[in-house]
């Protein structure tokens, strides 16, 4: 935290000490940004505090705390901006020096937590600093298995003792030391790992443990994968473990929709020549429509049309169940339609289904329905992609996991990767593939998977 204040103080004054030189030369106006920078020090600090960093520093989010660096930053110089609107002294700060200011601040937090994480890894890994300290209670097999993991976390495994040892009636000699030894050696954390036969006797063992000021975790048998998104819920004096709620809140639902409204309308109305001449080119250079239609399947399997440019020869001999996905030098490929596809310009027409609420700019990319029944039975989860509303983009493509999926380890790939997008979408997650395919698109590594 000491760093993060010096940081920020440095970063803020700076930058608006070098605003002030480039762009309004004022020496003396430059001079009064100190007591902001100091200032939006200490309010940054605060909004860690308040985010929850130390927790999460402990816990090695890695991904949380860069994420809180951002936040801790909005929200430090919206109070700066709140108080001095309070107080009426907004018009002697420089917009100019404020966003300056603003961008800067961002980047040097993240930078020095990006090379603090780094540090932490490698002191973590050469075994010289530990988080947390540990008991082990349980199965030695599977005790040994979660210190080796709780080591990779700053958490270092004191002792481990069989649960069969202890006394589930009564306190025994075996329990009272083990209470003791915790007491002596400042444990942290007591991680019970019982067996599906033990588990009757794990309450008592909890309420003998109870007499310590520690945090005591209880490893339920097989389902270890399971609760890392499950949360503890209550419906009155009903309480249930959720192991598997909502992929998006309303509220994100709500952010989520306004933005592909906004941004697939602007792109619309922009794009609005490009896609009147392709859809020409294409009606001029092959018979048959400018447009193709395909259904595939949407949100929570509901069968959607989706739009594209017509990249294939229309052929009167094909049938609608003789489904054949699109290959590398496939004779059905128009001239003007493989260079289409090569950029993802096909894919211009299915911003009128994100305007329509059927897709959204960025998901899973939509299967054919033939597509999806040829793997769904062999890929049992791949229907939990189509939790959230499908893309025009998504996490798989910005991995370059685009074109054929002829094989089940292609399709796998895909999958786990979309999966991944469902379990951990966020606006910023959206904005991040955004970003990438808009990188990818001038780049030709995109080209050798555009089938």
Not at 109 to 138: D, K, S
Not at 230 to 250: C, N, W
Request: charged fraction near 20%; include cysteine; charge should be positive.
């Amino acid at each position: 935290m000491s760093l993060e204040f010096l940081t920020v103080t440095a970063a803020a004054y700076l930058a608006s000490k070098l605003y002030h030189h480039a762009v309004v030369p004022d020496a003396i106006a430059a001079a009064r940004y100190l007591p902001a920078a100091l200032l939006l020090a200490t309010l940054y600090c605060v909004s860690t505090l308040w985010l929850g960093d130390p927790a999460l520093l402990l816990a090695f989010r890695r991904r949380q705390l860069l994420w809180n660096a951002v936040r801790a930053t909005v929200l430090s110089f919206c109070f700066l901006l709140s108080g001095m609107f309070l107080l009426k002294t907004s018009l002697e700060y420089s917009r100019g020096a404020f966003f300056a200011q603003l961008v800067t601040v961002c980047l040097a937090t993240l930078a020095l937590r990006g090379i603090l994480i780094r540090r932490q890894e490698r002191a973590l890994g050469q075994g010289r600093l530990a988080l947390r300290r540990a008991f082990l209670i349980g199965d030695p097999a599977a005790s040994s298995a979660l210190s080796k993991r709780l080591d990779a976390n700053g958490v270092v495994t004191i002792a481990q003792f069989p649960l069969s040892s202890l006394d589930a009636d009564q306190p025994s000699s075996m329990t009272r030391e083990l209470i003791e030894a915790c007491r002596s050696l400042a444990v942290d954390e007591i991680f019970v790992l019982p067996q599906p036969s033990e588990l009757e006797s794990v309450r008592p063992v909890l309420d003998q443990l109870s007499q310590l000021p520690v945090a005591v975790h209880v490893m339920v048998p097989g389902l270890d994968g399971l609760l890392s998104s499950s949360e503890i819920s209550a419906f009155g004096d009903v309480t249930t473990m959720k192991v598997q709620g909502e992929p998006l809140s309303a509220a994100d639902e709500l952010l989520k929709r306004g933005f592909d409204i906004v941004v697939s309308a602007l792109l619309l109305v922009t794009l609005a020549p490009l896609m009147l001449m392709i859809g020409a080119l294409v009606k001029l250079t092959s018979p048959g429509p400018a447009l193709f239609r395909q259904v595939r399947h949407g949100f929570n399997n509901k069968a959607i049309t989706v739009l594209k440019f017509r990249t294939m020869q229309v052929r009167t001999d094909d049938k609608c169940e003789d489904f054949r996905q699109a290959a590398r030098n496939d004779d059905r490929v128009t001239w003007v339609g493989a260079m289409l596809r090569a950029t993802s310009i096909d894919e211009l027409p299915q911003l009128f289904n994100v305007l329509r609420g059927e897709m959204s700019l960025v998901g899973p990319r939509p299967h054919a329905v033939a597509h999806n029944k040829m793997f769904e039975e062999r890929i049992p989860p791949l229907s939990r992609r189509h939790n959230v509303k499908p893309g025009i983009t998504g996490w798989a493509q910005v991995n370059r996991l685009r074109g054929e999926t002829d094989t089940l380890q292609k399709m796998q790939r895909r999958i786990d990767h979309d999966l991944f997008y469902v379990d951990n979408w966020s606006f910023y997650f959206d904005l991040k593939i955004m970003f990438l395919t808009a990188l990818l698109l001038f780049s030709r590594k995109n080209y050798q998977n555009s089938y």
